[in-house]
């Protein structure tokens, strides 16, 4: 069985090594992220914009196939 990391859930496309750079946003503009994370059900600002990165990235249909391959494999379900 694969063993996944902490932060395994954001990180589906490998390890997660590289880094975007700081960038200053007003306190109104943290706030709200902060709010939509929360909402979305994120532990961490953190996590919320890894997964909206990894979406923009490299598109929604793409990440949710490979979170429903992830939940596929924990739930036992063979993949055809």
């Known amino acids: 069985m694969a063993a996944f990391s902490r932060s ?24 709200i992220l902060q709010r939509k994370a ?9 996590e919320y914009q890894r997964m ?11 990440i949710q196939r490979l979170q429903q391959s992830r939940l596929n494999l924990i739930a036992g379900i063979v993949e055809e």
Not at 16 to 27: N, Y
Not at 38 to 46: D, I, K, N, Q
Not at 52 to 62: N, P, Q, R, S
């Open 52 to 62: 909206k990165a990894l979406i923009d990235a490299h598109g929604l249909d793409t």
């Open 8 to 31: 395994s859930e954001a990180c589906i496309l490998g390890k997660c090594t590289a880094e975007l750079p700081k960038v200053r946003i007003p306190e109104e503009t943290l706030e």
């Open 38 to 46: 929360r909402e979305a059900g994120f532990g961490s600002l953190v």
